[in-house]
Structures are given as structure tokens and as C-alpha cells.
């Protein structure tokens, strides 16, 4: 409510569970004898590097144990930068995503088990997704036995991990709030690796891997360096980037203190530059669309806006990088695929028509269950040959996240799919009324900056498959963490005001016995 003074729970949830002062003492002398053990060896020994890399390993085990906040913000820094696909190509160290969650999720569980002793929580939110990864798991051991992949499954069970980790410390206002700025700050560095790379004109220094941009064809016979990031595609890594861009909005406009203002604003800013880099059409587009959707919900005005959005494009077009408007320009051909789509003549236009109406086919073909979780492309030839679009004869992907679940999970898997998105979506815009109804304005813009958030990896989803689904899947443990978060604070302020409410009607008690005392007297 506009006006309404900020309420502030006077007790700050906590997700730490604070260890006794003897128990951190011990963990921080065992961490000081870890550190000297291993200097002697890196000193004496010919593998001093991975010897450093297991104790810096050691060491940040035990102040997860210790803290396992701090551990929450390390996973989704470390999902973000995609630092387990950087830390095997580059230094030949596999699986250290998985061993990562591992380690929080055991040190969350016994945090809140055995130290807080409060029960696991899930919300609605977690229990959809789980709901939904596990029709996901049976479409793909019910779909052809030999197209099944034991790493899906396992990359399944790891991101369902992540979400219970991000759910159980999302009770903590702080925590939530905070694994927010860290993603801000990923996603800010990236761009930052990216906008140098740009300026400089060096693309050849990659950053171990964060700031990749290989060199594609633009438009027509123009061709130029497209940023990809630490992905492997400039069109994923303008997805994942865009839907951090409104959390760094709300971040500008609902942020007091103005440093923090700031430093969200030039975090924002270099992300949108960072996306027009990759030369990303979806991303574009979409961006506009999110800004307008975020515009009308803070209810501004549309003209206004609308002018003020023709007067900057304007002005931004010189400044553009080269063929970025020839290669917007190229989307007008969508328009024709309706009344022929073999008219198309732009070569990537004419695959994703064809992977799409792939897709519509298999769905025709296998519609309870579809082909199974990630076999769309093993499936791609057989459906999209007859349609003599895609002169490309190799495995494909949708790209259409939506069209993907349908043909791959069927109509079973979709509905779980387009339920969990709805109910997650509607659940973020009750919890901000409700924050508004308790004063705690500040919180709804939260809960605003990882609805939009979502809602931008949805939007250019339509364009982009699944092949880097942990972005997805990280932005919705986010929103899920949103929900329990604003259940957590509003309980906090029901309970507080119940308080407050006894206490009031415990003086009025004592007043009116010590003025019948005095009657009496």
C-alpha cells in the first residue's frame, strides 16, 4: 500500500543454524592445520597446483559447514558462470558441479535437521517441480531403451538438488535476497568480459573460458565475432543474460541505499549491452516486450513510454554494433510462413520452421508420453525429411522450449509443465499483494525482479530449447524460493502482531483491575 510505513520483522530469519563458539573453533583450527599441512607439500611436491585446488576445496567444505548460506551463494555463482563445463575443458577437473551440491546439500540438511531441528520445506512451488522433473525421468526410461542417456537422469537429480538447497534457505529473507545480488553480479561480470572483449577487439583472450565469442555469419556475407560467454551459443547466452536484466530493474528502482542503486544500474546496463552484442533477435525483441510488461505493472504511462522507447532507439541506432538492424530486419519473413513457408529464403528461419513443424508431427505420433526427455533431436530426421525445408541433414533441436516438452514429454509431461509455470507465476503475484499488505512494499519489487526474471526465460524460450535447461532451472528455484520466502516474512508479521495485539490487551486488563482497586479502596 503507497503510504504505508515498511514493516520489519523484529526477528531476522536465519538459515545458518550458528554453530557453538567450541564447534567453529574446532573447524577453523582443523582449517589453519589443513593450510599449513599443505604448504609443506606444495612446496615439496610436483603437484603443488592440485594439491592447493584440494585444499582450497577443504577448506571451503568446512565454511560451508559452518555457514551454509555462504555455500548457496558459491552454487549459484558456480551454476551461473557454468564453471563445472570450465573447470573439465579447461583444467581437466570433471564433475565438480555435482560434487558442489553434494557437499551444501548435506551441509543444509544437517543444519536444519540436526541443528535448527525444523522440518524440510518445499512449498507448492518445489513440489510442482518435482512433480514435473519426474514425469520428466519417466518419459525418459518409458521412451526407446536405447536412446536412454544415464546423464540426463543424473543432471535431473542434481538440479532437483540445487532447487531443495535454494528452497530450505529461502525461510531467510537475507539469504534469498542476497543469492539474488550474487546472480546480478555473475551476470555483470560476464557482460563486463564481454564489453572489453568489444572495445579492445580481442577475442582471442577468452578469460578461461567466460568470454568466448567465435566468429558466425551475421547477415548475408557479413560475418563478425558473436559473444557467447561460457556457453557454447550467443543466442542461450543473450537467454540467460535477459533474464537477470529485471532483477537488476527492480534493483534500480527499489533499491534505498544509493550506492547499491548504483552499482545496480551499471550492472544492468552492461548486461543490456552485453545482449545487443550477441547479436541475439529473439533477445531483443523480448527485452523490449519485458520492459513494457514491467512498465505496466508499475503502472507508468504507456505513450510516455512508447515515445521515450522510439527517441532512444534512435538515437542508440548509429551506435549499434554493424548488421545488427540488417539482421533485426531479417524477422519480418516469420510474417510469411503462415500462407508458405517454403518462401522463407533466410537459411536458419527456414530450419527453426522446420524443427517446429517437426515437432507438431511427433507430437501427432506419440502424443501421451512423446519421443521421451531429450530424444527430439534423435527423432528429427525422420519427421522433418518429408517436409523439404532444412537442407541440413544432422540432428536438430527444437528451438522452442514449449514445443520441446510437448513432443518429448507428450501431453502428460506439458500439462505438468504449463501447471507449474502458471501456479508459480500466479503464487509470486499473490505473495506481492500480500507483502503489500503488510507494508513491506520493498519485498513485492523483490518478488517482481524473479517473476519478470522467469518470465523473460519463458519469453525467449520460444525461440530456444532446453540445452542449457540449469539456467531454467536455477531462475525457478529463485521464484520458488520467492514464495516461501514471502510465507516466512507474512507469518513473521501475522505472529508478531499477534503479540503485539495480547500485550495491548494485557495492559487494558491491568489498567481496568487497578482502577477497580482504586474503587474499591
Known amino acids: 500500500m503507497q503510504g504505508q510505513p515498511v514493516y520489519t520483522s523484529k526477528r531476522k530469519t536465519d538459515d545458518t543454524g550458528k554453530l557453538s563458539t567450541w564447534i567453529q573453533s574446532l573447524i577453523y583450527a582443523a582449517a589453519l592445520l589443513v593450510v599449513i599441512l599443505s604448504s609443506y607439500l606444495v612446496a615439496t611436491t610436483p603437484y603443488g597446483f592440485y594439491l ?47 560434487l558442489l551440491v ?62 531443495f538447497i535454494i528452497l530450505q534457505v529461502s525461510t531467510s529473507e537475507k539469504t534469498w535476497k542476497t543469492a539474488q545480488w550474487v546472480l546480478l553480479g555473475s551476470a555483470a561480470l560476464l557482460s563486463l568480459l564481454t564489453a572489453y572483449q568489444a572495445v579492445t577487439g580481442n577475442y582471442e583472450q577468452e578469460f578461461f573460458g567466460l568470454a568466448q565469442a567465435p566468429f558466425h555469419q ?34 534500480v528502482y527499489g533499491e534505498k541505499d544509493i550506492l547499491l542503486r548504483a552499482i545496480a544500474a551499471v550492472a ?5 549491452l552485453a545482449i545487443i ?76 520452421t522446420s524443427q517446429v513443424l517437426a515437432a507438431l ?17 534423435d527423432y528429427y530426421l525422420e519427421f522433418s525429411a518429408p517436409l523439404g525445408l532444412d537442407n541440413r541433414l544432422e540432428a536438430r533441436d527444437t528451438h522452442n522450449l514449449f514445443l520441446e516438452s510437448l513432443a518429448e514429454t507428450g ?9 507449474m509455470l502458471g501456479m508459480i507465476i500466479w503464487l509470486l503475484q499473490k505473495r506481492k499483494q500480500l507483502m503489500e499488505e503488510i507494508g513491506r512494499v520493498d519485498l513485492s519489487m523483490w518478488l517482481s525482479g524473479v517473476q519478470f526474471g522467469l518470465i523473460a526465460y519463458l519469453l ?39 503479540k503485539r495485539e495480547a500485550h495491548k490487551r494485557h495492559d487494558s486488563l491491568d489498567s481496568l483491575e487497578r482502577s477497580d482497586t482504586m474503587l474499591l479502596n
Open 52 to 98: 592447493l585446488g584440494a585444499v582450497i576445496a577443504a577448506v571451503g567444505g568446512l565454511v560451508v559447514i559452518n555457514r551454509p548460506s555462504i555455500g548457496v551463494y558459491v552454487l549459484v555463482m558456480f551454476v551461473y558462470l557454468n564453471l563445472s563445463d570450465i573447470l573439465e575443458v579447461q583444467f581437466g577437473i570433471p564433475s565438480a558441479n555435482k
Open 102 to 163: 553434494a557437499l551444501i546439500a548435506v551441509a543444509i540438511l544437517g543444519t536444519r535437521l540436526i541443528i535448527q531441528r525444523k522440518p524440510l520445506v518445499f512449498g507448492v512451488g518445489g513440489a510442482l517441480i518435482i512433480l514435473h522433473s519426474t514425469i520428466i525421468i519417466v518419459s525418459v526410461l518409458a521412451g526407446n531403451p536405447l536412446l536412454v542417456d544415464t546423464d540426463v537422469i543424473l543432471d535431473i537429480v542434481k538440479d532437483l538438488a540445487i532447487l
Open 218 to 251: 551475421i547477415v548475408g556475407e557479413f560475418d563478425s565475432a558473436r559473444p557467447t560467454g561460457p556457453v557454447a551459443d550467443p543466442n542461450f547466452y543473450a537467454m540467460l543474460l535477459l533474464m537477470v536484466v529485471p532483477i537488476g530493474v527492480y534493483r
Open 268 to 272: 544492468t546496463g552492461l548486461i543490456v
Open 277 to 352: 552484442l550477441t547479436y541475439s533477435r529473439t533477445a531483443f525483441i523480448m527485452m523490449i516486450a519485458v520492459a513494457g510488461l514491467i512498465a505496466l505493472e508499475r503502472k507508468y504511462n504507456i505513450y510516455t513510454l512508447g515515445l521515450l522507447a522510439v527517441s532512444a532507439v534512435t538515437i542508440a541506432i548509429p551506435f549499434l554494433p554493424s548488421g545488427f538492424m540488417e539482421r533485426l530486419a531479417t524477422m519480418g519473413q516469420l510474417a510469411r510462413i503462415a500462407t508458405d513457408p517454403t518462401a522463407i529464403t533466410e537459411a536458419s528461419l527456414r530450419g527453426r
Open 361 to 377: 508431427y511427433m507430437v501427432r505420433d506419440y502424443p501421451i508420453l512423446g519421443v521421451g526427455y531429450d530424444n527430439y533431436p
Open 411 to 419: 501431453i502428460i509431461g506439458f500439462g505438468a509443465f504449463m501447471t
Open 460 to 498: 525467449t524460450s520460444m525461440a530456444l530449447h532446453d540445452d542449457y535447461i540449469r539456467y531454467f532451472r536455477l531462475i525457478l528455484a529463485l521464484a520458488a524460493g520467492g514464495i516461501i520466502m514471502a510465507n516466512t516474512v507474512y507469518a513473521e508479521h501475522k505472529a508478531e502482531k499477534r
